[in-house]
């Protein structure tokens, strides 16, 4: 499927946590034509990309963009849009300015008024991009018409805290939260912590080590995580492990009260045996929705059943996608 991709210039955009965010933009793709402001959007989740997104769509996924066009963001601090590595030179690298989720929506919504869109057909996220699509249903209601959240929480648990800053602490070999300087080794070790929270011990078995199509559990880590990590930017994921840590759709408030905002139907995914997302925690902040049904599938791959390594897991939640479009 073709696309379009752009930038869409912001200046320099207010943040959330005071100050702004300067020479500020959004890097986007729209997959088919939007029409009556009407359109589907699929933001990326933690060290994602656009790219990222595309096993949603058809042929391999059930979003048509030629039924409703799809418009991609690119998360702020993850590469493509304003991001440590390529932000004005005050601001660059350890000088980037922390940001919050509610920053992320309110780019989102620029981006959307920029392009004539009005209403959300469907919105879905994963992991971060769950935590982006409540945050934006619970601030713009009346543009959600269906949401689907995929392991990801309203608000980031205590577990869900020392799971972020265990991370980003990996990265810098200490409680810092920017790093100067390559920090490949602390890349890597962040890379090996993702593989064994993200997955079950299951996974690291010799039969779904197989499945994974490398030789052990040493080329299961070196190939799919230290390559996938090892190559990003230390600070553009510390920036964006910061925004995961302090993720609240409340801002501290009353969550309840917040999640009653959110008026359109939601299925929320929780994927068994995560340990980055848990299943508990992601159903018990699901049942504050009003109009929500809970799902939980997947098998040893826990929160990287997302990544294909078992066709089952990947089917489980496109079905229940295409029931949210019909």
Known sequence: MSFIESNLPLDDFPLARGGVLRDAQITYRVHGEIEGGEAIMLPHMYSGSMDSMAGFLA????????????????????GASTSPTNAHPDQRGVAFPALA????????????????VSRLRLLVGFSMGAQQAL???VTYPEMVQRLVLIAGTARTTAYGRIVAQSLGEAITGGPGWRVDG?????RHRHARLMSILGATHEAFLPHRIAEAGVEDHEAFIREIFEADYGSQDANNLLCQIERWHGADV???GDLVRALARVTCRTDVIALAGDRLFPPEEVVE???????????????AWGHYAMGGFDAADIAAVHRVITDALA
Not at 105 to 111: G, N, R
Not at 285 to 298: I, K, S, W, Y
């Open 182 to 186: 390559d920090a490949l080794e602390g």
């Open 285 to 299: 902040q699901a049942r504050l929705l009003p109009d929500c049904e809970v799902h939980v599938v997947g098998s």
């Open 135 to 137: 945050r934006f249903a």
């Open 250 to 252: 409340a801002d501290g």
């Open 59 to 78: 042929p391999d996924g059930p979003i048509d963009a030629d039924a409703c066009a799809v418009i991609t963001p690119a998360m702020l601090g993850a």
């Open 101 to 116: 989720t509610a920053d992320d929506v309110a780019v989102q919504k620029a981006l959307l008024d920029h392009l004539g």
